[in-house]
């Protein structure tokens, strides 16, 4: 949980080193790179990082892992090849579409470079989940990280934000080479091949035409911000959005740890272990989203004027904008996994090209008017549409959907965060002062509320402790939610 939070709070470190070193405009330039990555590298990999973990996850044949997995290596290899010649030959447009400005046709390049070597990490990535070895993947993201700060920290003054680009995807390039030369050396350099996986093809392209969707459902605002309001507006709205990203941190514990192993209880059937977990997951998003959200509405301004020196503003109303739209994201990433297991993607598609229409359209309407908060809104209702319109299916396949009750305390600790971090904003202190108290604050309220609404009975969250420790020593990974009576703790926790 530590290497998850870690990675998802990178780019918040990140944030001081490069405005202040290199400027507002290169680090819009970094955000668009960073976009460029989320939608290339799974179109570079085809997915099958998310594909060979949905059908091989639990096999015992190493050969057949090994083989599949060095396909999909291949695959990233030829996929890179061609995405470079493509951006031969349709510079111009691209640089225009990407940066807002046709002349930046140079920062294609190490935006292609670091979407191959991010696909390739995908998939030794999912290589390792798929052998349940999530502790090894958290190490080597850990590392991954570790060094993508350290090498921005040592270049940033002497590099500009291109060469920087290129020596985080060597980086990235050479610890996927360990991880899949590991796969060879214990299972065997085999035939690259994708055999033995019916259905794989109509699943695989629904998945990419899903993640096409989902990516414009998500960020073509971002696109469309910068063309109308150029590379300093959008790394104002970057920042926000980093902050706002707090919210969504269990949600890539959701990501990372407890959805990947849906596929392996899916494929054995065990359809119990399934719906604890599905309830885990979504009792988690609310008990630390909602809070969480009334945290960075209030001190989040504080915080990017701390980041940023005072370079980039941004204001409670665009966070909680963009902190409602990241709430609503997590929900949706763990709900649409049921489209993953019973491979129907494809029914997905038409309220994620609704939504991918929204995010289109919307801020042309909104962002000349609204400026930053149009884009944000547009946001916002993309990713509204989405949860409503895959609650339904999410509830038949996990056999349980998001606990109300819950829900409602949640949002009561919330609102009692909000208020009681309302006054300590106008104490006259300093940024790192502010921030400080409001931590301690929030915390003992979310304590506070935990204990008095009896989220999950004492008995119970000691259970869970324990879990969370033997997996992160190294146990099989959720082995222990399989068991009867990890299975009766999950069932209940949020119940009472």
Same mark, same amino acid.
């Given at each position: 949980?530590?290497?998850?939070?870690?990675?998802?709070?990178?780019?918040?470190?990140?944030?001081?080193?490069?405005?202040?070193?290199?400027?507002?405009?290169?680090?819009?330039?970094?955000? *668009?790179?960073?976009?460029?990555?989320?939608?290339l590298s799974p179109l570079i990999s085809l997915r099958l990082n998310n594909v060979l973990t949905r059908y091989l996850s639990g096999t015992e044949d190493g050969r057949h892992l090994s083989g599949a997995f060095l396909m999909a290596t291949f695959v990233?290899?030829?996929?890179?090849?061609?995405?470079?010649?493509?951006?031969?030959?349709?510079?111009?447009?691209?640089?225009?579409?990407?940066?807002?400005?046709?002349?930046?046709?140079?920062?294609?390049?190490?935006?292609?470079?670091?979407?191959? /070597?991010?696909?390739?990490?995908?998939?030794? @990535?999912?290589?390792?989940?798929?052998?349940?070895?999530?502790?090894?993947?958290?190490?080597?993201?850990?590392?991954?990280?570790?060094?993508?700060?350290?090498?921005?920290?040592?270049?940033?003054?002497?590099?500009?934000?291109?060469?920087?680009?290129?020596?985080?995807?060597?980086? *990235?390039?050479?610890?996927?080479?360990?991880?899949?030369?590991?796969?060879?050396?214990?299972?065997?350099?085999?035939?690259?091949?994708?055999?033995?996986?019916?259905?794989?093809?109509?699943?695989?392209?629904?998945?990419?035409?899903?993640?096409?969707?989902?990516?414009?459902?998500?960020?073509?605002?971002?696109?469309?911000?910068?063309?109308?309001?150029?590379?300093?507006?959008?790394?104002?709205?970057?920042?926000?959005? *980093?902050?706002?990203?707090?919210?969504?941190?269990?949600?890539?514990?959701?990501?990372?740890?407890?959805?990947?192993?849906?596929?392996?209880?899916?494929?054995?059937?065990?359809?119990?272990?399934?719906?604890?977990?599905?309830?885990?997951?979504?009792?988690?998003?609310?008990?630390?989203?909602?809070?969480?959200?009334?945290?960075?509405? *209030?001190?989040?301004?504080?915080?990017? @004027?701390?980041?940023?020196?005072?370079?980039?503003?941004?204001?409670?109303?665009?966070?909680?904008?963009?902190?409602?739209?990241?709430?609503?994201?997590?929900?949706?990433?763990?709900?649409?996994?049921?489209?993953?297991?019973?491979?129907?993607?494809?029914?997905?598609?038409?309220?994620?090209?609704?939504?991918?229409?929204?995010?289109?359209?919307?801020?042309?309407?909104?962002?000349? /008017?609204? @400026?930053l908060r149009g884009a944000a809104v547009a946001y916002l209702a993309s990713m509204s549409l989405l949860v409503l319109a895959t609650y339904r299916h999410s509830a038949l396949v996990f056999g349980t959907g998001p606990d109300w009750k819950q829900t409602?305390?949640?949002?009561?600790?919330?609102?009692?965060?909000?208020?009681?971090?309302?006054?300590?904003?106008?104490?006259?202190?300093?940024?790192?002062?502010?921030?400080?108290?409001?931590?301690?604050?929030?915390?003992?309220?979310?304590?506070?509320?935990?204990?008095?609404?009896?989220?999950?009975?004492?008995?119970?969250?000691?259970?869970?402790?324990?879990?969370?420790?033997?997996?992160?020593?190294?146990?099989?990974?959720?082995?222990?939610?399989?068991?009867?009576?990890?299975?009766?703790?999950?069932?209940?926790?949020?119940?009472?």
């Amino acid at each position: 949980m530590i290497s998850i939070a870690f990675y998802s709070l990178r780019p918040l470190v990140l944030i001081p080193v490069i405005l202040s070193n290199m400027g507002t405009t290169s680090y819009g330039i970094w955000a *668009q790179i960073l976009a460029t990555s989320m939608l290339l590298s799974p179109l570079i990999s085809l997915r099958l990082n998310n594909v060979l973990t949905r059908y091989l996850s639990g096999t015992e044949d190493g050969r057949h892992l090994s083989g599949a997995f060095l396909m999909a290596t291949f695959v990233v290899i030829v996929s890179v090849g061609v995405i470079f010649f493509t951006g031969i030959l349709m510079g111009e447009p691209l640089a225009w579409l990407i940066y807002g400005n046709s002349e930046y046709t140079r920062f294609l390049w190490p935006a292609i470079a670091y979407s191959g /070597s991010c696909a390739l990490f995908l998939v030794a @990535g999912a290589y390792l989940n798929t052998i349940q070895r999530q502790v090894q993947f958290a190490v080597y993201r850990s590392v991954l990280v570790l060094g993508d700060c350290l090498i921005i920290f040592a270049f940033a003054r002497i590099m500009d934000i291109s060469d920087c680009t290129y020596a985080l995807s060597a980086w *990235q390039v050479a610890l996927s080479i360990v991880i899949l030369g590991g796969m060879v050396a214990q299972h065997g350099l085999a035939k690259p091949s994708l055999a033995g996986m019916p259905g794989l093809w109509p699943f695989l392209f629904s998945l990419l035409a899903s993640h096409f969707l989902s990516f414009a459902a998500g960020n073509a605002n971002r696109f469309v911000l910068v063309n109308l309001m150029g590379l300093e507006n959008l790394a104002a709205f970057q920042v926000a959005l *980093q902050i706002a990203t707090v919210v969504g941190l269990v949600g890539a514990l959701n990501q990372h740890i407890l959805i990947p192993s849906l596929a392996g209880h899916w494929n054995r059937n065990e359809k119990e272990a399934i719906h604890s977990l599905v309830r885990l997951a979504l009792l988690l998003l609310v008990l630390f989203g909602l809070p969480c959200m009334a945290f960075v509405v *209030q001190v989040g301004p504080i915080a990017i @004027g701390l980041l940023t020196r005072k370079s980039i503003n941004a204001d409670s109303s665009l966070l909680l904008i963009l902190s409602a739209g990241v709430f609503l994201k997590t929900v949706f990433q763990t709900m649409t996994y049921s489209y993953h297991l019973t491979r129907q993607i494809w029914q997905v598609l038409i309220p994620v090209g609704i939504s991918s229409i929204i995010n289109i359209a919307l801020p042309f309407v909104l962002v000349p /008017s609204l @400026g930053l908060r149009g884009a944000a809104v547009a946001y916002l209702a993309s990713m509204s549409l989405l949860v409503l319109a895959t609650y339904r299916h999410s509830a038949l396949v996990f056999g349980t959907g998001p606990d109300w009750k819950q829900t409602y305390k949640a949002f009561i600790m919330a609102v009692a965060i909000y208020l009681a971090l309302w006054p300590i904003r106008s104490l006259g202190m300093g940024a790192l002062a502010i921030l400080f108290l409001s931590s301690c604050v929030a915390g003992a309220l979310w304590i506070t509320g935990f204990l008095a609404f009896k989220f999950i009975p004492l008995s119970d969250l000691k259970q869970w402790i324990k879990q969370q420790l033997r997996f992160t020593l190294g146990s099989p990974v959720l082995d222990q939610f399989t068991t009867p009576s990890a299975d009766h703790d999950l069932r209940h926790a949020g119940k009472r």
